[in-house]
């Protein structure tokens, strides 16, 4: 076993603090790392508060994290002692469904395990996050971390990156396409920069009208104030794809009204009932499509990592102290972030 410490929240009203435990002996396929940078994604609020109603106290959340691997399992062959590696949201599935055989393990049929405040396939014990000095992986979910990416900042592709790349990719987005982003947070400023690298023109959705500027800077071609009814209007029948990354309940209707016919509003920030209700008209009238997306699996989040490397892509974060977590939450909870925080590991020591 190795003695780890991080930071948990130990009830859904309580705040992040500091908890030693331990993480596991090494199986024979696992990977020890050391973290050295997590990235802090709104899933990690959401679950720290129970706004999903599923989760597991106490919570270490953390599912962007970036480290080196310090020790292997006897029947690893991919990962040595010293390699720069990732873990994203997922860290087991049941290898045998028919979503894992085609490398889609974030749809497993029996489930996947997810990075923190699930129960581990061997010894049911709860899985602890990436807020923390070191996690052991099964070496299928770690992720090789590509030559030249400046670490902190790349963090937030495993799961901010591959949540807005994979569906962008499974809908065919590409040069001629009119894609419009929802929310720019984390996943949203992702999204702009994966859409645009795609080829297609892009327009951010935000409620601010301060925010417009920083999307024209972030590579948008057109920005909408989603609370203005005459800009919302004028963008009728426009789009072929929404990217929605807003984190709450909200109605649908008015960005649907924005879709061409057959055009496709792909959801990835609600897992709530939709609510107000989508009037059926908007959808039957024009032959349009609510689709949903799930994070990515392996193989793509490893195609996202190089993708980034390749063009160039990195997401714009801060840098967090992890004693500042809990004020972090709040920010992000205001829509305050530019565009994600990452915390910086060694600050757990200090
Ligand atoms: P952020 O908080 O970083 O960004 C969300 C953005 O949505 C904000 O910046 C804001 O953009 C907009 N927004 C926030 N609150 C509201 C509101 N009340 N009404 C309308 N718009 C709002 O979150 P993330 O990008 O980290 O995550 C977004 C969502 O995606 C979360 O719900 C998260 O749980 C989910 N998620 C889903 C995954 C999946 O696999 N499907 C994986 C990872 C995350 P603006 O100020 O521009 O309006
Ligand atoms: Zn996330």
Redesign the pocket.
Known sequence: MYTAIGYAAQSSTAPLAPMTFQRRALRADDVAIDILYCG????D??QARNEWGIAVYPLMPGHEIVGRVTAVGDKVGNYQVGDLVGVG?MVDSCRQCEACHKDLE?YCLEGPTMTYATPDRVDGSNTMGGYSSSIVVSEHFVLRMPQGLDLPSAAPFL??G??TYSPLKHHGVGPGHKVGV????????MGIKFAKALGAEVT?????QA?AEE?RRQGADQVIV?TDEAQMCAAAGRFDFLLD????Q?DLNPYLETLKFDGVHI?????EPIDPPVHAANLVLKRRVVA?????GIAETQEVLDFCAEHGITCDIEMLDIRNINEAFER??K?D?K??FVIDMATLHA
């Open positions: 802090v994604c709104h899933s609020l959401h949201c974030q799961c901010a591959i949540t929802l929310g720019m947070g984390g996943l949203g400023h951010v959705f935000t409620r601010s925010k999307a989603s990354t807003i984190p709450v909200h959801l990835v920030g609600l897992i949903g997306s799930l994070i990515g992000m909870h829509g972030v565009y994600r």
